[in-house]
């Protein structure tokens, strides 16, 4: 398996020159930059950022990559400046009046932190991150990224290097980014609180006390000194005695209780407001930092295995396990970690308009396999996958009599991509159309699957017959 970790630099410049292929076509000087990734070193991914790096477009890509960096760190600091706002306010708000109930105040600036911490952390562990951007670039999101790009940037890319930055921001690395940013911004948000609060309390005289309606005073007592606990035992307060609590349930009459409850009300901030959101934005910008250094290119996305073959030189192909010889009759069973549909290859197919579609099937049509360096392409290809797809599904003709050499690519194939084999047989009608017996065509079919360790299922692309694609359904372990 190739590493496909790359700089994220690379990995933006790589997808977005994939989100533009995909949609219009190859770019301009594809082959110079063919051979220039060839004569790297390393694997798939490196070389794909390295082709990607050689096409002409790469510098007007990587200009608009700096100037969306600008605009991201201009929203950065307006975000901040929102939530030094939005602290200052929830501040002013809970000290209108010069009695202030502690209770009440310290809710109103840490309740609606503390519940979008909580999902934070809810998303980071429930959530898994994607490696790319899949639903970015289709629907009303990737509509949406590509009208607001070129009003953004100036490249001839620009629609595509935005969507490409917002599905970094999908990745593990880019979730640690926003991680930062949101601490940041709480953070901010609870020191402004924390400062317009210090000198409220410096410039005018406030009475803090606590109250309750429904909840016995013994029960509040236990609440606070379950809050004070923590800043107890961080030595910012002293223990707090139940006697000291209620003498403030109607006010703290002396000076020096009100400056102790004003100081109660600004460490609860401080601890529960502002000290975890510091450490988490600490901890998120570490982790973003290395993350960003080797981001993971998803090489399975069907625009990077179209390049795949291209890309791998002959001499690098590999496959996992041996090649079956003739006599042999291999045993596969399909990956219990398997990612994106199965791959499709066409071998020796008369019919020019490949691929055709079939109802309830999808795929990766990864290429043709008539000549050797197309077959050596093919186990390149399959060989750079990271995780194995569920199977390889060969689209054979039945125009053309199985032989050994067919039946040892297939089974090495299939080894290189580490799943289980489905033989296709096509083009039947055609076969009985010229006169041919295909009872016996797909009698020798089904003796070379069995050679290979493959299943044969016979489907005419042309008119499949319902029975047939179920068939075709289960041997690629899909339903119906």
């Known amino acids: 398996m190739s590493n496909a970790r790359i700089p994220a630099t690379d990995w933006l410049l790589a997808e977005t020159v994939r989100l533009h292929e995909e949609r219009h076509g190859r770019l301009r000087d594809d082959e110079t930059a063919n051979v220039l990734a060839r004569e790297t070193s390393g694997g798939l991914a490196a070389r794909l950022a390295r082709r990607a790096a050689a096409l002409p477009c790469a510098s007007a890509v990587r200009a608009d990559l700096v100037r969306m960096r600008r605009l991201l760190r201009h929203l950065s600091l307006l975000v901040v400046l929102l939530a030094i706002a939005a602290g200052a306010l929830a501040a002013l708000s809970s000290a209108q009046a010069r009695e202030v109930d502690v209770l009440l105040a310290a809710a109103s600036m840490l309740f609606l932190p503390g519940l979008m911490l909580l999902v934070w952390l809810a998303m980071m562990l429930l959530t898994r991150p994607g490696h790319a951007a899949p639903g970015l670039s289709s629907g009303l999101v990737g509509l949406g990224l590509r009208r607001l790009g070129p009003r953004l940037l100036s490249g001839p890319l620009a629609a595509e290097t935005v969507s490409a930055g917002a599905g970094l921001l999908l990745t593990g690395p880019g979730r640690w980014l926003l991680g930062t940013l949101t601490h940041a911004f709480w953070a901010a948000y609870g020191l402004a609180a924390l400062a317009t609060l210090a000198l409220l309390f410096s410039i005018a005289q406030y009475d803090l006390s606590w109250g309750t309606t429904l909840l016995s005073d013994d029960t509040v007592v236990e609440l606070i000194q379950a809050l004070g606990w923590l800043p107890a035992s961080l030595g910012l307060v002293e223990p707090l005695s139940p006697e000291w609590i209620l003498a403030g349930r109607e006010g703290a009459e002396s000076g020096v209780m009100r400056a102790e409850w004003a100081r109660f009300l600004l460490v609860l901030v401080a601890v529960y407001g502002i000290f975890p959101r510091l450490v988490l934005m600490l901890a998120c910008a570490g982790f973003a930092t290395l993350g960003l250094q080797r981001v993971r290119l998803d090489t399975?996305?069907?625009?990077?295995?179209?390049?795949?073959?291209?890309?791998?030189?002959?001499?690098?192909?590999?496959?996992?396990?041996?090649?079956?010889?003739?006599?042999?009759?291999?045993?596969?069973?399909?990956?219990?970690?398997?990612?994106?549909?199965?791959?499709?290859?066409?071998?020796?197919?008369?019919?020019?308009?490949?691929?055709?579609?079939?109802?309830?099937?999808?795929?990766?049509?990864?290429?043709?396999?008539?000549?050797?360096?197309?077959?050596?392409?093919?186990?390149?290809?399959?060989?750079?996958?990271?995780?194995?797809?569920?199977?390889?599904?060969?689209?054979?003709?039945?125009?053309?009599?199985?032989?050994?050499?067919?039946?040892?690519?297939?089974?090495?194939?299939?080894?290189?991509?580490?799943?289980?084999?489905?033989?296709?047989?096509?083009?039947?009608?055609?076969?009985?159309?010229?006169?041919g017996d295909l009872g016996e065509r797909e009698a020798d079919w089904r003796s070379l699957a069995e050679r290979v360790g493959a299943d044969l299922v016979v489907v005419d692309a042309d008119t499949p017959e319902a029975g047939a694609l179920a068939e075709l359904y289960r041997a690629l372990g899909e339903q119906p």
Not at 349 to 368: F, I, M, Q
Request: glycine share 10%; net charge neutral.
């Open 300 to 435: 399975a996305r069907p625009g990077y295995l179209r390049l795949a073959g291209a890309l791998m030189a002959e001499g690098e192909v590999r496959i996992r396990g041996k090649r079956p010889g003739v006599g042999d009759s291999p045993s596969r069973k399909r990956p219990d970690e398997v990612a994106g549909p199965p791959l499709l290859v066409a071998v020796e197919l008369e019919r020019k308009d490949w691929p055709v579609p079939l109802p309830g099937v999808a795929w990766h049509a990864l290429g043709r396999a008539d000549t050797r360096s197309q077959r050596n392409r093919l186990l390149a290809a399959a060989e750079s996958l990271e995780i194995a797809p569920p199977a390889v599904l060969a689209q054979c003709s039945a125009l053309r009599t199985p032989d050994e050499g067919t039946g040892r690519f297939l089974s090495a194939l299939a080894d290189a991509a580490g799943t289980v084999l489905v033989i296709w047989l096509d083009e039947g009608d055609q076969w009985r159309e010229r006169g």
